[in-house]
Structure formats: structure tokens, C-alpha cells
């Protein structure tokens, strides 16, 4: 018998509804992996406008000549025109809280004296106004990238707007007054009137923390993966002991918990000191990392348990879902719809969210949810390992008659 023939034979034995199907995912598994997360960041950057922005009037306006000045309102206006993002004019207090909490992903502050500033231009001694931007990466890193190019789009939009308006209002000045130094300082001053500032509540510093929670929680993950192929997830002589079903769940669950636990401190010590992650709150990782593998262990041996070997499918396709939708790299907002609606359903959602606190820092309210919606998954699903372990332990006849196969 050649290579072939053998070949033909091992293929022949797909036969059965069940084999055909796992032949059929098999068949699919590099356009999921592809597909997917390609149609989540097709084109991230053609949709900045939907991130919402908030945006901060402080500006008082100002007299040029008898002639008002309201620079920050023609600047708010020109902002809300323009589509780039999802802009909100809103007050300071709305908007720090906004940027906290996450439902603004970066602020804008227009300055109390910004068109008392820009009125100097037409004086003997101009002044550059100041616009602020502030940005969080405890929301994100990638947003922060993403503000920090549409800060330059934005510096020079702004350098625009003020140079028409400057020369549709009163502010324009004798080309020939004063000295050659002075035309060439105001020239200066009127090619970039307003200087845009910017500072982050809570700084990743370099891509590698920026991304870092995405890729714990991927690795965590992939350690939920293996674990029961490599490790049984029940034992079959406790199974049919008299030990109740709770404590035989358990018994299958705390050996992969107790290895996951020692991955889970290889992995903050080689990170945190190794690779120089430098958490911000490095006990809350080295916990967050120990929970986030008990979580994603128990919804491999809630799975396991239940199904069966069709565990690690499942465990592969819901891994598809989240490097897409849960939001690790680009925000969900330029992401299509469907991505947005699975986000809130999937763990790992929380524990990036939850990883990017304890490295950057963030809303500390936000993390005691992040915690209790996963803690609410090692509940839910470790109960269905009790709940399958029971199943399990009810003999049928369909059961006990010997398989018979030909």
C-alpha cells in the first residue's frame, strides 16, 4: 500500500454527520481567522467619525477694534462641520468625567482667553493662543496614535481658520509697520497663530504597554485552550464514586486552576521585571492575571465538560470573536456594528479593560466592574461543570449498551 492509497483511506473515514463536520471546520479555519478579523480593522481610519470627542468652550469673547471677537465659538462650529470625529460640545465637568469613564476617547479645552490672545495679532506684540488636548490611554493606546495624528490635521485646520479670520476681520496689521525683526516675529506668529498642547491622564508610554492587555488576555486564553487536551477534566473513577457532583467538578477544575495560577506568575514576572511592563499597580496584575486564567479555565471546563472534545472549537471560534470584538487594538467604534453588540458578552473584553487599568491606571469604578463580570463567569461557568458532571452521572440504557463498531 503507497502513501496514497493510505492517504485516501484516512480520508475516506469522515463518513459519519459528526466527522464531516469537524472536517468542514477545519476546511474554514484559515478564512475565520482571516475573514474575521479583517472585516473588524478593514479600515479603521475611515471611520474616526464616529469616536466621540468632546469638546470644552471656555473662551470669553473679545473686542478687536469696537468689532466682537468669538474665536472659540467659530472654532466650535468649524470643528462640528468638519465630520472628522463624533464631536460634542459639552461643559468641562461632562467632559473630564467623560474622559475617565471612557465615553469620550479624547477632550479639546478652547482656553477662557483664546480670542483675547488671538486679538494681540493685530497689536505691537502678538501672543499664540492655546488649545488643549487630553488623552487617556487607559482607553485605548491606539486612540491616543490616532488623536495624536489628527492633533497635526487639526493644528493645521486651525492655523487656517484663524489666518481667514484675520483677514475677514480687524486683526490684520500694516505690512510695513515696525522694524524688519518685528514683521518677521509677527509673520511667524500669524503662519501658526495657536500652539495645540497635549497631556494624558494616564500614559502607556511605548506601544508595547499600550498593547500588553491584548496580549495577556490572548495568552491567558490559549492557556484555557490546552490546558484539558493535556489535562482530564473530570475524573472518570470519580465519576462513578459516590463523591457528590460539586466536589467532582471541582476536583477536575483546581488541578488546571493550580497550574494556571503558576503560568500566571511566570508571566507577571517575566513581563513586569523580563520585558519591563512596569505596572502601575503590579500586585493588582499579578491578581488580575491569576483571575483571568481561573475565568477563561472554567469556561474551557464548563465547555469541556458539557460537549465534550467539540470544547476546543468552540474555545477556538469564540477566540476569533474577541481578537475582533473586544476591543484590544482599535476602538469598537470603527469597527462594524455586530463587533459592537458581541463586546459586552465576551470575557475578554474585561479583562483588557481590566489590564489596561492595573498598567496605565484608569477609573478605578470601571475595574470593580471588570472584576465582577468576571467573577460572575467563574460562577456561571463552573456551575455548568456541576450541572454537566450530574448529566453525566445518570446512567441510561443507551449508555450502558455496549458500541458496536464494524
Not at 477566540?319 to 470584538?325: E, M, R
Not at 496605565?360 to 458532571?389: E, P
Amino acid at each position: 500500500m503507497n502513501a496514497l492509497r493510505l492517504a485516501t483511506y484516512e480520508l475516506r473515514r469522515f463518513r459519519g454527520p459528526i466527522r464531516r463536520v469537524a472536517l468542514g471546520f477545519l476546511l474554514v479555519v484559515p478564512l475565520l481567522y482571516a475573514g474575521v478579523y479583517l472585516w473588524a480593522n478593514w479600515n479603521p481610519y475611515g471611520h474616526l467619525d464616529r469616536i466621540p470627542v468632546a469638546v470644552v468652550d471656555l473662551d470669553q469673547p473679545a473686542q478687536v477694534q469696537g468689532q466682537p471677537l468669538a474665536a472659540g465659538q467659530k472654532f466650535t462650529e468649524e470643528l462640528e462641520a468638519g465630520k472628522q470625529f463624533d464631536w460634542h460640545v459639552v461643559s468641562a465637568e461632562t467632559a473630564s468625567s467623560g474622559l475617565k469613564d471612557g465615553t469620550y476617547f479624547f477632550t479639546i479645552t478652547v482656553p477662557q482667553d483664546f480670542s483675547t490672545k488671538l486679538a494681540t495679532l493685530g497689536g505691537a506684540t502678538p501672543e499664540r493662543a492655546a488649545l488643549d488636548v487630553q488623552l487617556n490611554d487607559g482607553n485605548g493606546y491606539i486612540v491616543g496614535l490616532i488623536a495624536s495624528n489628527a492633533e497635526r490635521e487639526l493644528q493645521a485646520a486651525i492655523d487656517t481658520a484663524v489666518q481667514t479670520m484675520i483677514a475677514q476681520t480687524a486683526l490684520g496689521r500694516t505690512p510695513n509697520a515696525g522694524s524688519s525683526q518685528e514683521r518677521m516675529r509677527d509673520a511667524m506668529v500669524l503662519a501658526n497663530p495657536v500652539d495645540v498642547a497635549s497631556t494624558n491622564l494616564n500614559p502607556a508610554g511605548v506601544y508595547g504597554r499600550g498593547v500588553a492587555p491584548f496580549f495577556l488576555s490572548i495568552g491567558l486564553w490559549v492557556f484555557a485552550l490546552l490546558v484539558f487536551i493535556i489535562m482530564r477534566p473530570v475524573s472518570n473513577v470519580a465519576v462513578t464514586s459516590t463523591l457528590r457532583s460539586p466536589t467532582v467538578a471541582l476536583g477536575g477544575f483546581l488541578p488546571a486552576a493550580a497550574v494556571g495560577a503558576v503560568a500566571a506568575a511566570i508571566a507577571f514576572v517575566v513581563g513586569q521585571w523580563a520585558i519591563g511592563l512596569d505596572a502601575e499597580k503590579p500586585l493588582l496584575l499579578l491578581a488580575l492575571l491569576v483571575l483571568g486564567v481561573w475565568v477563561f479555565s472554567a469556561i474551557a471546563h464548563g465547555l469541556r465538560t458539557s460537549v465534550g472534545p467539540a470544547a476546543q472549537i468552540a474555545m477556538l471560534v469564540v477566540l476569533v470573536l474577541q481578537l475582533s470584538a473586544a476591543g484590544g487594538i482599535y476602538p469598537l467604534e470603527v469597527s462594524p456594528g455586530f463587533f459592537g453588540a458581541l463586546h459586552t458578552v465576551l470575557p475578554m473584553s474585561y479583562t483588557i479593560e481590566g489590564f489596561r487599568y492595573v498598567i496605565s491606571g484608569g477609573d478605578t469604578s470601571r475595574f470593580v466592574v471588570d472584576l465582577l463580570v468576571l467573577a460572575g463567569y467563574l460562577v456561571v461557568f463552573l456551575g455548568l461543570s456541576v450541572w454537566s458532571v450530574s448529566r453525566h452521572r445518570q446512567w441510561t440504557m443507551q449508555r450502558l449498551r455496549p458500541q458496536l463498531q464494524l
